[in-house]
């Protein structure tokens, strides 16, 4: 079992910075690959970003590459999500998610283990 917890969210305008942490407990950091994931309002839990055990391979949704990076310190057990030159169309409550298979993959249904979720509002 492996638990999450989500941090860093909060209000910020357009054109801003934001950045996300979520600490995990339970197991070994790196024997899970991690994945950012969000939800807008009204809108199904989309794919945003996903990192590898050791953080050699990332993947990143097309809406967000270029401006939002993630990273993992596997001595703090701690996945990051930089976001820069956030958008309205940011707006969403944002979760990490770990897996143990390897296959960094967009899908929802791959990773095993939750957060509760951050939210994230850009304002205009």
């Known amino acids: 079992q492996v638990q999450l917890v989500e941090s860093g969210g909060g209000l910020v305008q357009a054109g801003g910075s934001r950045r996300l942490s979520c600490a995990a407990s339970?197991?070994?950091?790196?024997?899970?690959?991690m994945g950012w994931f969000r939800q807008g309002p009204g809108k199904e839990r989309e794919f945003v970003a996903a990192?590898?055990?050791?953080?050699?391979?990332?993947r990143y949704a097309d809406s967000v590459r270029g401006r939002f990076t993630i990273s993992r310190d596997n001595t703090k057990n701690t996945v990051y999500l930089q976001m820069n030159s956030l958008k309205p169309e940011d707006t969403a409550v944002y979760f990490c998610?770990?897996?143990?298979?390897?296959?960094?993959?967009?899908?929802?249904?791959?990773?095993?283990?939750w957060g509760q979720g951050t939210q994230v509002t850009v304002s205009s």
């Open positions: 990192i590898s055990r050791f953080g050699s391979t990332t």
């Open positions: 998610a770990a897996d143990a298979q390897l296959s960094i993959v967009a899908d929802t249904t791959r990773y095993a283990y």
């Open positions: 339970g197991r070994t950091f790196s024997n899970y690959k």
